[in-house]
Structures are given as C-alpha cells and as structure tokens.
C-alpha cells in the first residue's frame, strides 16, 4: 500500500506521523512524507513599491524558507529510520503557492492508496475564510483520507 503522509512545520505534524506508525503501518508499505511549502510571505510587499524593496531582506527570506525545509526534511528522514519504516520517502515540495491544492496533485502523482494528515486547528477566521486544508483535500480527491484531531486541542479551544 503506498501512503502519502502531509506534514508542516508543526508538532501536529509530528504526532499525525507517529499516530500512523503506531496504529496503521504495515512493514510493506510503502511511505512517502510530503511538505508542500507555501512560499514565504515577503512582508509589505502590496504597499511597498517593489522596486524599492530591499533585495537583501528577500534573499534572506527565501534563504530562512529554504533553510526550514531542509531542516524539515532531515527530521523527517531521521523520524522514519527510527521507526524502522523500510520503505520510505520524504519529498519537500517549494514550488506550489497553496499547500492543499499541491497536497491533492503530488498523492495522485504518487498514485497514493491512502493520504494521512493532521486537522489543522486553524483561527476562526483562516477557518472560513480559506477553509481547513484537511477539508480541502477530503473534498478534492478520489483517495481515501486519514485525518488525525488532537485529542487535547478542544480543551483549550477558545483560549486564544
């Protein structure tokens, strides 16, 4: 079975990995942990004429967001040796501007069986205005979906 495993830079991102490995993970199956990177925000970009732009602080924002990927990718390699996953792939995808739409495109590529991913406890507003990523994906794709919630998130929900 081939398994398409979405993480972010969350711990959320961590336990949805680690609630796989416990529960459903099968030695043959074959695992491909994929972050879709949404291209770093550059600040004030709208308001400021971009020409006037400091180029240094834009090299240093794409050198942080390439810098955090990799980082990304070496923890995830790391994760799936220590659970002794055989089949294992961690692809950092920076090319895509929206995470959900690229999640659906690259576990169809893969011809995945299964995508496994964190709900993401997204703010109110993010919530309505862009709609949850996980809901994205369910209502986007033929390939079954596997959503983890964080049983400790609702206790402290409205806490913001």
Known sequence: MKVFIAVDNSERSEKTFDWYVANFHKPEN???VCHEAEQPELPAMMFADAIAYPQVEM????????KRCEHLKNKYVTKCKEAQLEHCKVHVDTTKSTASHAIVKMAEKLEADLIVMGSRGAGLLRRTVMGSVSDYVLHHTHIPVLIWHDPDHHHHHHHH
């Open 30 to 32: 074959d695992v491909h």
């Open 59 to 66: 090299e240093r924002i794409v050198t942080e967001h390439r």
